[in-house]
């Protein structure tokens, strides 16, 4: 990690510290403890800029300087306590972003439905007691453009199969098709999600799908009559702008959501591997749970933790999550 201490947009950077500066900090450590003048002739600088440099030093807390004696502080625990101060923060304003870009369809539909000329109706209707997949079907025909699908229980309903024949008859077509699931399809139909995958589908997951919606290109969208509730009775949507919210709301949510690895078009996928590993180890799950969720052996879990370890630069899993979340892989 030489090169990586100092310059511009390095991690000493963050604290306030000038190119250049990581070796003159190399040096203190090496010499702390000495004198000022003993001090310029470690690093080659004069008395006037070494006070510049240990002025900058004093302020991040790297160096204590009593009389003319410079002592170093043990840099693990003065960048333990920045690390950690840092990590809370992003994980803060990772929150925020979170809850902004949940709040983001709203939004666009409160917009959108206020930007309409007043009095008119609004294209919904209910259908109950219909063939889903016939639905879907003629729905999806009556469209075109990309076809986008919440499935929290897509593997537990009655009509699964028919639903599965009918998307694969329109990516058959040519159609886009592209599914976002629960985690725990990972482990409760693993099958049937590759099965989708090698179908041509385009599959991403997260922690948590709360309702089932089906968006059928800007024409039609299909949702409940109670979000997160099968009484069964639907709702077909033809009102654009609720559909362009519909939409924002799915983009919004595969934006967050993991790559299964092997299960993207065009074989592996690197980004959603590291994504998904990383997401695991800031849970806090064990080599053998993860090894279980990413379908790959013990040792294949270790050795990718310690690559990306290398990777970040990290000596912890916990260095390792904080700096994820700081290049914004997180």
Do not use: C
């Amino acid at each position: 990690m030489a090169g990586k201490l100092g310059g511009p947009g390095s991690a000493l950077s963050m604290m306030g510290l000038r190119a250049g500066d990581d070796k003159h900090y190399r040096s203190m450590l090496r010499a702390s403890g000495v004198t000022r003048v003993r001090l310029t002739e470690a690093t080659g600088l004069s008395l006037a800029e070494l006070d510049e440099v240990l002025a900058r030093f004093q302020a991040a807390g790297l160096v204590h300087v009593d009389g003319d004696v410079v002592t170093a502080e043990p840099p693990g625990q003065t960048l333990g306590r920045f690390i950690a101060g840092e990590s809370e923060r992003l994980q803060q304003e990772s929150q925020q972003v979170d809850a902004l870009r949940d709040l983001l369809p709203g939004l666009i539909a409160e917009h959108l439905a206020w930007s309409r000329p007043r009095g008119g109706a609004v294209d919904v209707q209910a259908v109950e007691g219909v063939d889903v997949a016939k639905l879907i079907r003629s729905l999806a025909l009556e469209s075109s453009g990309e076809l986008l699908w919440f499935r929290p229980d897509q593997w537990r309903l009655p009509v699964a199969r028919e639903i599965d024949d009918v998307v694969r008859e329109l990516m058959a077509s040519g159609r886009r098709s592209r599914a976002i699931y629960p985690a725990r399809v990972l482990e409760e139909a693993p099958g049937m999600l590759r099965s989708r995958a090698e179908g041509g589908e385009q599959v991403r997951v997260v922690a948590e799908v709360h309702t089932r919606i089906s968006i059928m290109g800007t024409s039609a969208a299909l949702i409940p009559d109670r979000w997160a509730s099968n009484t069964g009775r639907r709702l077909v949507v033809r009102e654009h702008s609720l559909i362009g919210a519909l939409q924002a709301l799915f983009e919004s949510v595969w934006e967050r959501g993991m790559a299964v690895p092997g299960m993207e078009q065009g074989g592996e996928d690197p980004d959603g591997q590291r994504r998904l590993l990383l997401h695991q180890l800031t849970r806090g799950a064990k080599d053998e749970q993860i090894a279980r969720t990413l379908g790959v052996s013990l040792r294949t879990v270790r050795r990718r933790i310690a690559e990306l370890m290398d990777e970040l630069g990290a000596d912890s899993r916990f260095q390792a999550g904080a700096e994820a979340v700081r290049r914004g892989w997180l």
